[in-house]
Antibody, heavy 122, light 108 residues
Framework: QMQLVESGGGVVQPGGSLRLSCAASGFTFSTFGMNWVRQAPGKGLEWVAFIRYNGKDKDYADSVKGRFTISRDNSKNTLYLEMNRLQPEDTAVYFC???????????????WGQGTLVIVSS | SYELTQPPSVSVSPGQTAVITCSGDYLANAYICWYQQKSGQSPLLVIFQDTKRPSGIPERFSGSKSRNTATLTISGTQALDEADYYCQAWDSSDPRVLFGGGTKLTVL
């Protein structure tokens, strides 16, 4: 069955970097756009980034633009989020989520991973 | 900047109809999704493209939109529907994806 498994979270100091991974299985990863969405402790959902199925288009929330980079390796069925210049306000659970329709950019996110926690603290 | 406004909380008795609204200036041209998130779980898509229900989502969940307000309606609300609900908006002319602040649905 479909699975999205995030990894790479942890504790990092302000100004530090971290790379998150999301391993996909149970569907044809290379045909679906993917997103990262985060949720600060006790807060709501915040969209972070989107990458097209072929990796050629990427979009970012204003809050992370220039600091975070989304990428994917379709040969490894894996999504990534490279996070640089991390700040305490980046502390959150980071979810990877799959777009529902093949080749679409519309963010109907029909399957989500369990999330990985990132804590930015000195 | 664009914002989506949801009521922080809605309460309903079992068997009654719960209505959760989501308002924003640019909703008229945006696609709306609704997600259910139970405590400690990942979000679950319950409505997409304003009114469509993914397979496996009960018929008691429905969505509608009128101008700048989208509405999630849960008919015959059950105790297991108790969760946080988030609206999400996306306009193809603007790549940003916006979530509302979330509504905590309590089934009393």
């Amino acid at each position: 069955q479909m699975q999205l498994v995030e990894s790479g979270g942890g504790v990092v100091q302000p100004g530090g970097s971290l790379r998150l991974s999301c391993a996909a299985s149970g569907f044809t990863f290379s045909t679906f756009g993917m997103n990262w969405v985060r949720q600060a402790p006790g807060k709501g959902l915040e969209w972070v980034a989107f990458i097209r199925y072929n990796g050629k288009d990427k979009d970012y929330a204003d809050s992370v633009k220039g600091r975070f980079t989304i990428s994917r390796d379709n040969s490894k069925n894996t999504l990534y989020l490279e996070m640089n210049r991390l700040q305490p306000e980046d502390t959150a659970v980071y979810f990877c989520a799959k777009v529902s329709i093949k080749y679409s950019s519309s963010p109907d996110l029909d399957f989500w991973g369990q999330g990985t926690l990132v804590i930015v603290s000195s | 900047s664009y914002e989506l406004t949801q009521p922080p909380s809605v309460s309903v008795s079992p068997g009654q109809t719960a209505v959760i609204t989501c308002s924003g200036d640019y909703l008229a041209n945006a696609y709306i999704c609704w997600y259910q998130q139970k405590s400690g779980q990942s979000p679950l898509l319950v409505i997409f493209q304003d009114t469509k229900r993914p397979s496996g989502i009960p018929e008691r969940f429905s969505g509608s939109k009128s101008r700048n307000t989208a509405t999630l309606t849960i008919s015959g609300t059950q105790a297991l529907d108790e969760a946080d609900y988030y609206c999400q908006a996306w306009d193809s002319s603007d790549p940003r994806v916006l979530f509302g602040g979330g509504t905590k649905l309590t089934v009393l």
